[in-house]
């Protein structure tokens, strides 16, 4: 099985995770409530999508070492160190934010969402950062 579209494919969905998490947001903002869940949901479904696909490929793979020693070398660790610690660390989070929103606890919501949906986004982006450093550069 040939996996080598699949960090093409995780960055492409790490893209569309933040492009819905950033319409997601500007929808609330427009107190349009209804477009706010459709999009976040679509969020939620990508990033899920990505996970799934990123461990495929590194359970066949393994690790991928960063081929450059340059001054991009300890750049790239801390993004790395940083995306992959958020990451795994947001997990119950987001599945608790979803939680209070689908139960209508938008209190409790709106009070995670503060720090969740930026680290969110941080996350999202910093994974096409560390597909741009790894493999386009």
Known sequence: MDLSNLPTVNALLNA??????IAGRVQIKRGRADIHKRFMLTA??????????YLVYHYNVG???YPHYD???????AIL??????????VPFIIAAVTF???GKFD??????????????????TGIVVYLM???V
């Open 71 to 77: 001054w991009t070398r300890p750049l790239y660790f």
């Open 101 to 103: 929103a689908l139960k």
């Open 16 to 21: 569309i995770t933040a492009a819905f998490l």
């Open 63 to 65: 690790s991928v070492k």
């Open 44 to 53: 939620l479904t990508t990033a899920c999508l990505f996970l799934i696909s």
């Open 134 to 136: 790894l493999y386009a």
């Open 81 to 90: 160190i940083t995306h992959t610690i958020l990451a795994a660390a947001m």
């Open 108 to 125: 409790r919501h709106k009070k995670l969402v503060r720090w969740v949906w930026p680290v969110w986004i941080y996350v999202s982006v």
